[in-house]
């Protein structure tokens, strides 16, 4: 199944001061605030919503196809992502603007200055996804947090090729429209939601959850450490519990790993309750690392989580397709 990932691709910089900003802003002086800040300590992590879920897919043994929009500096992270199975072919690469990038300094009181410049994603609505349906076809295309242009693009594209798509709204959901979330639910195969953003779609939109319901295949929630439900009309309700019991190291990236896991499974053409504990496992590694691309896919370990928290026989259909997987 080829999957196109649209969304963002980015680089987190977390710095560390070793001292306190309170001890460096001089109340009298904010007007004309000039300050430098020796920090010790950089960290570049890479992430991006659709980097991250592609991340998963390939290292499931998918090979997704991300369209997203870098910068000219975007090198080395291209070649850590191929290494991971992950096709950049349809990546746009910007002139002018750098890719996206999230930059916060954290001091010793864990208080934090921090900036996010969008960059090249401004520029992903120029990913035309005709031109890459008509060189290798798509099955879905994967909407995820983007340019708001961008993403109500591709959705279009999507549906004039009738390749069937998903929508992922996420963050995003809260600087889109009304018509804009419309715009990207309507008609989606599949609908992924935390539980805070499925109220805030409904809220948006002026939908109810019936019509939601009425307008998507399914509408996947998340729901942090309590697991996922699956919802369609007509259908009874599908829920999945998380895996239990994980040292939480930091909880970036979770959802897009849920993403991975439960897109992988349905491309194995596996139950939808299936579906959801490989995207629970999934998780459960990206919680248990530091950083959302900082998991390596183990497939002994992560069928034994499968085995222990879901029984065998959730085990023995994931099995096969982890099987000469590298690990
Ligand atoms: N504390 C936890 N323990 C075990 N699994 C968890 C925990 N928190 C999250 N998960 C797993 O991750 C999945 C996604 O979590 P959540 O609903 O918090 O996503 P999210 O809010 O979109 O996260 P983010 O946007 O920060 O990536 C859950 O369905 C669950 O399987
Ligand atoms: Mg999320």
Redesign the pocket.
């Known amino acids: 199944m080829r999957i196109a990932v649209t969304g963002s691709i980015a680089t987190d910089h977390l710095m560390a001061f070793p001292g306190r900003f309170v001890d460096q802003l001089l109340p009298d002086q904010l007007e004309h605030v000039s300050l430098s800040f020796l920090v010790d300590a950089l960290e570049v992590r890479r992430g991006g919503v659709a980097a991250n879920i592609a991340y998963g897919l390939g290292g499931l043994g998918l090979v997704p196809l991300l369209a997203g929009a870098v910068g000219p500096d975007f090198g080395e992270y291209e070649v850590w992502l191929k290494e991971h199975g992950v096709d950049t072919s349809a990546v746009y690469v910007s002139a002018e603007r750098q890719t996206a990038r999230f930059m916060c300094m954290t001091d010793q009181d864990s208080n934090q200055i921090a900036s996010f410049y969008a960059g090249a994603m401004a520029e992903a609505g120029r990913i035309d996804l005709r031109a890459v349906h008509a060189r290798t076809p798509l099955d879905l295309v994967l909407v995820s947090p983007n340019d708001p242009g961008a993403m109500v693009h591709h959705t279009e594209q999507a549906r004039e090729l009738g390749v069937p798509f998903a929508a992922d709204p996420?963050?995003q959901l809260a600087r889109l429209s009304g018509a804009e979330v419309r715009q990207l639910v309507d008609g989606a195969r599949w609908l992924f939601t935390?539980?805070y953003e499925s109220a805030l779609l409904r809220e948006r939109a002026e939908w109810s959850h019936a019509d939601v319901l009425g307008r998507v295949g399914a509408w996947v929630t998340?729901?942090?450490?309590q697991?996922?439900r699956i919802d369609r009309a007509g259908e009874p309700t599908i829920t999945v519990r998380?895996?239990?019991d994980?040292t939480?190291e930091d909880?970036?990236?979770?959802?897009?790993a849920?993403r991975s896991g439960f897109l992988a499974a349905l491309s194995w053409q596996l139950p939808l309750e299936n579906a959801a504990q490989l995207?629970?496992a999934m998780?459960?590694l990206v919680?248990a690392a530091v950083g959302s691309q900082s998991y390596e896919i183990q497939p002994a370990a992560l069928l034994d989580t499968i085995r222990t928290v879901y029984g065998d026989d959730a085990a023995a259909l994931v099995g096969p397709h982890l099987q000469g997987r590298p690990s």
Do not use: I, R
């Open positions: 996420s963050q935390n539980e998340t729901l942090g450490a697991g996922v998380a895996v239990p994980v939480a909880p970036t990236g979770v959802g897009d849920f995207g629970c998780s459960a919680l």
